[in-house]
């Protein structure tokens, strides 16, 4: 797989560390009543699609950004790539 | 059977058969046996039929098993053999034996260390030993012996502990020295290597079976119990009435049961889906290869412990093999080149010949990867639904303690005694089952 990297083009999938899903991004409050089991979902349960999913890739072997890509876990064709900063930013998750 | 036998080896072979061949009882018309072989072959092959029959869904059951691989059926074969259920029907979406159970590569062995594991695994490794006189099928139960191999001083302290956390559970482990080795795998570079070999843990119980033969035994064996084994009948929903799950809509009708039972790893997150539920389960995609076909050169099954390599040598003379999965999210049943330059190098380290052997095929499967590297046989929060998956990329030596422990489940709903860590609450809990101490992140598992 290649992918296209926000700032440096296309580059193999191999330089990039898998981090799972993107709903990784959104932490839970840890000041709710619900937080225990909040934080085991969060920490335990997947919605693993068979289809889209957008997923977290560290590029490890490279300027060690952080991407959000969305994948079709059937095909393995990349849709969409962008850094993760940016997405965590558009969703309310920057400080 | 008995008195057969004796009849057979009393008699003069060339002269008597016939009479021998006529005294075959109508009951030992299903059986298999080396008499009913020749009888065959000197009837031209009329008498045989159908391994199992080609079932049409009934409109109810009392317990449906979604999924026809080698869990699905022995599930089916266990809960009407062992726990006397007489409507179980077991409901595959393609042909039975096409996904995982026909793309592992083949392993056997006990050889897990935590309390959680390694019980269930050890009765699996013995349920294996009886398989092939239990379903009176040649399943080639090859116990060839599987051996890990230490490179570090620190990988001997932890095999060490391994092997006594085994044999504390009843199985047997052997912490072999390299004269040992080399006695047995005579071309194993033990003096100069990359990653020197410096002994190993072997279990001489551990070893092969012909994967797609278990799958076809238990079917054969389930469908003589009466179990209704039903292809090309895809599940596509639940039906739910007041919160139960009482049966399941397919591609082939509607069909109601008690118990609904999913055991389709590979495939969970896409069937427990439609029962609106989240599972600690990842998909991912493991390859695995096979070559060209040669003389015997490897005796037993071999692990590589500096990289994850493992290889053994099917009866046809290939060398099946694999490594890592390819470690992100999928559903295709295929991988991609990284991991398999990553594999051939393990491969190269330990066998560097493997260089000069030609690839016949490579495939991939997908494995339920869990959170903590263990599977699940629970009951879900669904009255009516269970659940079996999660097995990672150690399914296939499971299987006959899978269906067994599920089967137990099924029938009693309450856990196999071997199987009562294996439960959905243990995440909520704290009690993981993590034998490689990665955490919650299912691609290191």
């Known amino acids: 797989m290649i992918i296209e990297h926000p700032l440096l083009g296309p580059r193999d999938a191999s330089e990039f560390t898998y981090m799972g899903d993107a709903a990784l991004i959104h932490r839970p409050d840890w000041t709710a009543t619900t937080a225990v089991q909040d934080f085991a979902d969060y920490g335990y349960l997947r919605d693993n699609p068979a289809g889209r999913h957008r997923e977290l890739w560290f590029h490890e072997g490279g300027d060690r950004s952080w991407l959000v890509v969305t994948r079709d876990t059937t095909t393995h064709a990349i849709t969409s790539v962008e850094l993760a900063r940016d997405v965590a930013r558009r969703e309310g998750r920057s400080r | ?445």
């Open chain 2, 1 to 445: 059977m008995s008195d057969l036998h004796k009849k057979w080896s009393a008699t003069d072979v060339n002269n008597n058969y016939i009479s021998v061949i006529v005294t075959l009882k109508e009951s030992d018309s299903m059986r298999y046996s080396g008499l009913r072989v020749i009888k065959e072959a000197l009837t031209g092959h009329k008498g045989w039929s159908p391994a199992w029959r080609d079932a049409t869904p009934k409109p109810e059951y009392d317990i449906i098993v979604i999924g026809g691989g080698g869990h699905g059926l022995a599930t089916a074969y266990y809960l009407a053999k062992i726990y006397g259920q007489r409507r179980v029907a077991v409901l595959e979406k393609g042909w039975i034996g096409g996904g995982n159970v026909g793309r592992n590569t083949t392993i056997i062995r006990s050889n897990y260390m935590l309390d959680g594991n390694e019980p269930f695994y050890e009765f699996s490794l013995k349920l294996w030993e009886g398989l092939e006189q239990d379903l009176n099928y040649n399943a080639m139960v090859s116990q060839r012996g599987i051996l890990n191999l230490i490179h570090s001083d620190a990988q001997r302290d932890a095999f060490v502990r391994r092997g006594n956390a085994m044999m504390l559970n009843g199985a047997d482990a052997d912490l072999m020295t390299t004269q040992q080795i080399k006695k047995k795998y005579p071309f194993l570079n033990t003096t100069d290597a990359r990653f020197p070999i410096k002994g190993g843990l072997a279990q001489h119980r551990g070893g092969t079976v012909r994967h797609d033969a278990v799958a076809w035994g238990y079917a054969r064996a389930a469908d003589q119990q009466g179990v209704d084994i039903i292809q090309n009948c895809e599940v596509t929903g639940f039906i739910m009435e007041n919160g139960t799950c009482c049966g399941v809509e397919t591609t082939r009708g509607t069909i109601r049961a008690t118990k609904v039972a999913s055991c389709v790893a590979g495939s969970s997150g896409r069937v427990m889906e439609m029962a609106g539920l989240r599972l600690p389960i990842e998909s991912h995609v493991l390859q695995a290869f096979v070559s060209e076909g040669l003389k015997p050169l490897l005796p037993g099954v071999i692990t590589f412990g500096a990289g994850h390599f493992y290889c053994s040598q099917s009866d046809k003379g290939g060398l099946v093999f694999g490594g890592d999965i390819d470690g992100y999210n999928s559903y295709a049943q295929r991988g991609n080149l990284p991991v398999v330059e990553d594999v051939c190098e393990g491969g190269m380290a330990i066998f560097p010949m493997l260089g000069r052997i030609r690839l016949l095929r490579m495939w991939g499967g997908i494995m339920d990867m869990s959170m903590d590297g263990s599977p699940i046989i629970d009951r879900t929060s669904i009255d009516g639904l269970y659940f079996n998956g999660g097995w990672c990329y150690g399914g296939f030596k499971a299987t006959p303690a899978s269906g067994y422990a599920y089967a137990h489940l099924l029938a009693r709903d309450e856990p196999h005694p071997t199987a009562t860590a294996y439960r959905f609450d243990r995440f909520n809990r704290g009690l993981m089952i993590d034998e490689k101490g990665m955490g919650n992140q299912p691609n290191l598992h």
